[in-house]
């Protein structure tokens, strides 16, 4: 199994309130992401890194700020949380600069469960 | 823009009764499909890539094969293990350098004994 821990795994928190969720890899990927989970969506990118300190928006960034200060750590941040917010978050790790890698699928950690009331 | 649809939303299956689900695409350009399954409270696990059409590839009772527009994941004689949410995703070959995925919603798959 890929080395991709999220950390908490479960969250309840009240609306307006700060939230920071942690993705940590030991497989020294470059690239890491954040998705969202909702029923009847799928799978959505909200933001995405593709080294220490460089990051993008993805399809649902509006809301959510990220991090990436070392290469081994991605951190999601919810501003200040609201009731829309509440979904299953994923991490997620590839390396397309690897020789033989540029095409090979994400691996994702177990993600986070987010509540807020 | 790309799009992925899967069918069914769900389906249940008797304990070898062979079956397929199917992911339909629209992308500018096929990089690779992907086929993941997702267990109850755990992060989706990769299954398959496809590249190109005419592709198959065969994993114990799964069998995912590749045409210009679809893929299926065939599964025969299922057991009541292989219950879980099958996600399919595409990477568009104009995607540029993210290698970023589009999803579909999934199907989910009862098996029962």
């Known amino acids: 199994d890929a080395g991709i821990t999220q950390s908490p795994r479960h969250k309840v928190t009240e609306t307006g309130t700060p939230v920071t969720l942690r993705c940590h890899q030991t497989?020294?990927?470059?690239?890491m992401y954040w998705y969202r989970q909702d029923p009847g969506h799928g799978l959505r990118l909200i933001h995405y890194?593709?080294?220490?300190?460089?990051?993008d928006k993805g399809e649902v960034s509006d809301g959510y700020s990220v991090s990436r200060s070392k290469t081994e750590d991605f951190l999601l941040t919810l501003e200040s949380a609201t009731s829309s917010q509440t979904s299953v978050y994923f991490c997620?790790?590839?390396?397309?600069?690897?020789?033989?890698?540029?095409?090979?699928?994400?691996?994702f950690g177990d993600g986070t469960r987010l509540s807020i009331l | 823009e790309d799009q992925v649809t899967q069918s069914p939303e769900a389906l249940r299956l008797q304990e070898g009764e062979s079956s397929s689900l199917n992911c339909s695409y629209t992308v500018s350009g096929l990089r690779g499909l992907f086929w993941y399954r997702q267990d109850p409270g755990k992060g989706p696990e990769f299954l398959f890539t496809?590249?190109?059409a005419g592709e198959e590839k065969e994993k114990e009772r799964l069998k995912a094969t590749l045409t210009k527009k679809e893929s299926f994941l065939h599964i025969t004689a299922p057991k009541p293990e292989d219950s879980a949410t099958y996600l399919c995703?595409?990477?568009?070959?104009?995607?540029?350098?993210?290698?970023?995925?589009?999803f579909g919603t999934g199907t989910l798959l009862a098996v029962q004994p």
């Open positions: 995703a595409v990477r568009d070959l104009y995607g540029g350098a993210t290698n970023k995925l589009i």
């Open positions: 496809l590249y190109s």
């Open positions: 890194s593709y080294g220490v300190k460089d990051t």
């Open positions: 497989e020294n990927h470059r690239y």
């Open positions: 997620a790790i590839s390396d397309p600069t690897l020789k033989g890698q540029e095409n090979q699928p994400q691996h």
